[in-house]
């Protein structure tokens, strides 16, 4: 079941859900992307109709941001939970039907992507990460890096390059790359190589996870004024029946 908030075709899932569907996506042939959009990406892909199609085209599009979850109450399919893309990661390392698979990280700081791989595999003795490079480098440098991931056979790729490159990225080369998963994972590697601490679960729970952030980086509030504009723009789109 899909729910649509400002035309942008969320799959209605659990996080236990969305990670059945992933594990289940180990076993095609077929590339498939996975992308976790939040207020903001959905923002963008109003004024943005290419990127609102590669969302669009994701074979798992699940909400990463407690007010996507909110809108939804305004529709007759209201999304069941917020499914953050750092725990639906998480949660495949822990899976069965995942133990035997490979993995890429692609993305963040220089050195951030093997520390996320140390620490990992350190709690997660099983894992295969074949292979690490950072987010730093130049768009003529894409397809070399696409075809270097390629020959390391990884079944699952994740690629921190934050949006709306990774998605542009994961839509261009998932062909080339030709791994099973692609997933777009933000900041994730500072989180799982511990340089960068996730909210208290008190304020998940809470669905104030950008409030915790935002303490912590005031600067952050330029960025939050775009929650202002979504809250805005779903509610005149309700009102005008275009939600």
């Not at 822990?94 to 990280?105: H, V």
């Not at 700081?109 to 093997?114: G, N, Q």
Request: glycine letters at 8%; a positive charge.
């Amino acid at each position: 079941m899909k729910t649509s908030i400002l035309n942008v075709q969320f799959d209605n899932l659990t996080l236990e859900q969305a990670a059945s569907r992933f594990v289940g996506f180990l076993g095609e042939d077929a590339p498939r992307a996975v992308f976790t959009p939040n207020p903001e990406m959905v923002m963008l892909a109003q004024k943005d109709d290419e990127f609102k199609g590669i969302l669009n085209s994701a074979d798992l599009l699940v909400p990463d941001g407690i007010g996507i979850v909110k809108a939804s109450r305004l529709t007759p399919s209201k999304i069941k939970e917020r499914v953050p893309g750092i725990e639906l990661v998480a949660s495949i390392f822990e899976r069965e039907e995942a133990k035997d698979a490979t993995w890429y990280f692609l993305g963040g700081r220089p050195d951030v992507a093997e520390m996320a791989k140390t620490k990992l595999q350190a709690n997660h003795p099983h894992l295969k990460v074949v292979g690490c490079h950072h987010g730093y480098f130049a768009e003529d440098e894409e397809e070399v890096i696409a075809r270097n991931i390629a020959e390391t056979n990884a079944d699952i790729v994740l690629v921190g390059l934050g949006f709306p490159r990774q998605e542009r990225f994961i839509n261009k080369y998932k062909s080339t790359i030709g791994a099973k998963v692609l997933v777009g994972v933000g900041g994730s590697f500072d989180v799982f190589s511990e340089n960068l601490k996730r909210a208290p679960k008190i304020f998940r729970k809470m669905g104030m996870e950008w409030l915790y952030r935002l303490l912590r980086q005031p600067s952050r509030i330029w960025r939050q004024r775009v929650l202002v504009k979504f809250a805005f723009k779903v509610i005149i789109s309700k009102l005008r029946g275009t939600l």
